[in-house]
């Protein structure tokens, strides 16, 4: 019920008792509960809706006033955070540069500095907060609290992100890989919506991929499905931070596409500067960018003859090449994917930066279902839940 809500927006219970399943005695029951628990609200706009035969239906909507959710990503030179009330509206955001040579403990500061930050520029409430779901830039192990040991600088094989930022906010803390994120916050409200199996591929400093399979994000057994980054793409090329050799990302992240252009387009080339130049057709800017689109595009094949998503959506940085990127992309999908495997369509992701951080506030919104949401003509669970299930933090 509150899911679809989520999705939907405000709905008449006629509406929710279509979209449920349920019976419309069975919806008034647990809407009257949701209401009186304070997480949905009853409004008087039902003047747009009356084609509807009979009373207008009177709408109801979560209750913004119920809590907010925090979204963090912390990315390899950047932190944005931002805060969104129930109904998924974004209420402020703030972002910072990262020092060049960040650790551990000065970022997770720098993030519980911009937490309060956010919070008072949207002028909410400490104690309103729901919980805070942060982006890393690496695979997480869910049952340990720890970032996959081979992933990162070693600097943060030992940290625990869950209990430093739970120990600097006092707050319920979700992390997860940025690019399972921005998978969830696609499939929430950009190029992922109404899919059921999709994959959405990051590609910027590194290459990663989030899994949703059957409406779900898929984690795998240690948390490091997805990535895609470290496909073997020539067993003797560059030795990759992951220890192998020729992974997918040292040949096709941003870094190996700008190191190619260096000698010609100057030392100093950024990835804007160089995504200019392709738009303007520069010939070593598409090639470069072109090349990263057709090994992408070989990791992307195996990955569908693996998963059968109908959906791929590109994001990162790289993506804003567009269809310079995605055009190779498509056809090495094409060339190396079973032909109905590559049926999946490849699209641009429609949230760009924002992706992973709006995927921090579905997070913590999806992984807070069990309190928010009633089982099924249950009785919903009371606020007190919300932290135990906070300190939980699976
Ligand atoms: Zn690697």
């Known amino acids: 019920m509150v899911e679809l809500l989520r999705e939907k927006g405000p709905l008449t219970r006629a509406d929710l008792a279509r979209l449920s399943g349920l019976s419309r005695s069975m919806v008034s029951t647990i809407v009257g509960e949701l209401i009186s628990e304070g997480l949905a609200v009853e409004g008087d706009e039902a ?6 035969v009979g009373r207008p239906g009177v709408l109801v909507s979560l209750n913004p006033e119920a ?33 060049l040579d960040h650790g551990p403990s000065t970022t997770l500061d720098l993030v519980a500095e911009l937490v309060r930050e ?7 409430r400490w104690g309103s907060v729901v919980g805070v779901g942060v982006g890393l830039p690496a695979p997480f192990e ?3 609290g720890r ?25 319920p803390v979700y992390v997860e890989n940025d690019a399972n994120l921005a998978a969830l916050a696609e499939l929430v409200w950009g190029a992922g919506r109404g899919s059921r199996d999709a994959a959405c591929v990051v590609v ?10 059957d409406g779900r994000l898929y984690r795998g057994a240690m948390g490091t499905a997805g990535e895609i980054g470290h496909t073997v793409m020539d067993e003797y090329g560059p030795i990759c931070r992951c220890g192998n050799r020729g992974c997918l990302e040292m040949l096709a992240g941003v870094p190996a596409v700008l190191e190619l252009l260096r000698p010609s387009r100057g030392p100093d ?12 057709g ?18 992307v094949a195996n990955l569908c003859n693996l998963f059968n998503p109908e959906r791929v959506i590109i994001n990162g940085e790289l993506s804003g090449a567009g269809e310079v990127l995605l055009g190779p992309l498509r056809a090495s999908l094409g060339r190396c994917a079973l032909p109905v495997a590559a049926t999946a369509e490849v699209v641009p992701g429609q949230l760009g930066a924002r992706a992973t951080v709006l995927g921090g506030v579905a997070l913590v919104l999806r992984e807070t279902d069990s309190f928010v949401a009633p089982p099924r003509g249950g009785k919903p669970k009371g606020v007190t839940e919300r932290t135990t299930k906070g300190e939980a933090n699976r």
């Open 67 to 99: 809590g907010v959710v925090v979204g963090v990503d912390v990315g390899h030179r950047r932190v944005l955070v931002a805060v969104a009330n129930l109904s998924h509206e974004v209420l402020a955001e703030v972002g910072r540069d990262l020092p």
């Open 118 to 124: 956010v919070l008072e520029e949207a002028g909410v």
């Open 204 to 213: 910027s400093d590194g290459i990663g991929a989030g899994l949703i399979v």
């Open 269 to 280: 080339l950024t990835v804007g500067r160089m995504l200019r130049l392709a738009a303007e």
């Open 142 to 144: 869910a049952g340990t």
């Open 282 to 299: 520069d010939a070593a800017c598409r090639r470069a960018i072109e090349d990263a689109g057709r090994l992408i595009g070989i990791a």
């Open 147 to 171: 970032i996959h040991p081979s992933s990162l600088a070693p600097s943060w094989g030992e940290v625990r992100p869950v209990e430093e930022l739970r120990r600097r906010l006092r707050l």
């Open 47 to 52: 003047s747009g809706r009356r084609h509807q």
